[in-house]
């Protein structure tokens, strides 16, 4: 892994990865996590695809801009304080919402959140992402993503209950 990796164009990575249902496997960071929620798939999806209630039960999120949820729509937020610019890639309802997005200008995300109705009712919700940019792992670790994706899975399987 290269300090220095800052991945494809964001064009690239939006059309030949997001859209794809993939990331980026050789960014500097890449993460996947997965909870089951006794919640049906339609009830996990109208919490999720709602961003502007985000703010309203999603630690540390504030959503500065959005438009309609759908594919080649942009939205403009805060994570933990960091401001991002955000394109959705795919707007499959009840099944995936992911987009790409960037901040500081140098660093390129693939966030892809897939759900699967299981038997009685569950959701299974899986949480995947990839992170590149010159020096991130200088000051950006996957446990601190991880530890992001887990809270972020808690506070949905909470609003969604």
């Known amino acids: 892994m290269s300090l220095l990796y800052s991945g494809p164009s964001l064009a690239v990575l939006h059309e030949e990865y997001a859209a794809r249902g993939r990331v980026d496997p050789d960014a500097q960071l890449t993460s996947s996590s997965r909870l089951v929620v006794d919640v049906p798939v339609h009830r996990v999806w109208a919490v999720m695809a709602d961003l502007r209630a985000w703010p309203s039960w999603a630690s540390r999120i504030r959503i500065l801009e959005l438009g309609d949820v759908r594919p080649g729509a942009s939205f403009r937020w805060r994570l ?6 955000s394109r959705f890639a795919v707007v499959e309802p009840e099944r995936e919402l992911t987009w790409t997005g960037t901040f500081l200008g140098r660093y390129r995300a693939v966030d892809r959140h897939v759900l699967e109705s299981l038997e009685g009712g569950r959701t ?38």
Not at 80 to 85: A, D, E, H, Q, Y
Not at 152 to 160: E, K, Q, V
Request: without cysteine.
């Open 124 to 161: 299974r919700i899986t949480v995947e992402e990839s992170l590149a940019g010159p020096l991130l792992p200088l000051f950006y670790r996957e446990p601190m993503l991880r530890a992001n994706h887990e809270r972020w899975l808690s506070d949905l399987a909470r609003a969604a209950a």
């Open 80 to 85: 933990n304080g960091v401001p991002l610019r």
